[in-house]
């Protein structure tokens, strides 16, 4: 008979929620897709395929839609996978 200690891994693992999975893996890997510019000054929220980027600076907002948001799309893309982010979305706002 196994003893419990050996079974509660497995059991947990169960329970796990894949989109909790994605959204830590999107926070933790977030300052290196989006690099120490943008970085801290941006909080990534995952909603279906979206990529909804909280920025709070309107003018790096500006900045992020005119120059970066295509090689944004496909660091993030890469980290995450295409079928996961097909689109950035930016908004401006506090960070949370």
């Known amino acids: 008979m196994d003893k419990i200690k050996d079974l509660l891994p497995a059991v947990f693992r169960l329970f796990e929620n894949p989109e909790t999975k994605k959204r ?3 926070v933790d890997s977030w ?3 989006a690099g120490p510019k943008i970085g801290p000054h941006t909080k990534p929220f995952l909603k279906d395929v979206e990529l909804i980027v909280w920025v709070d600076q309107s003018a790096l907002a500006f900045e992020i839609r005119q120059k970066h948001l295509p090689s ?3 660091r993030t ?4 996978g295409e079928e996961t982010v097909k689109k950035i979305r930016i908004k401006v706002g506090q960070l949370r």
């Open 24 to 26: 830590s893996k999107l």
């Open 31 to 33: 300052p290196s897709i």
């Open 72 to 74: 944004l799309l496909k």
């Open 77 to 80: 893309q890469a980290v995450m």
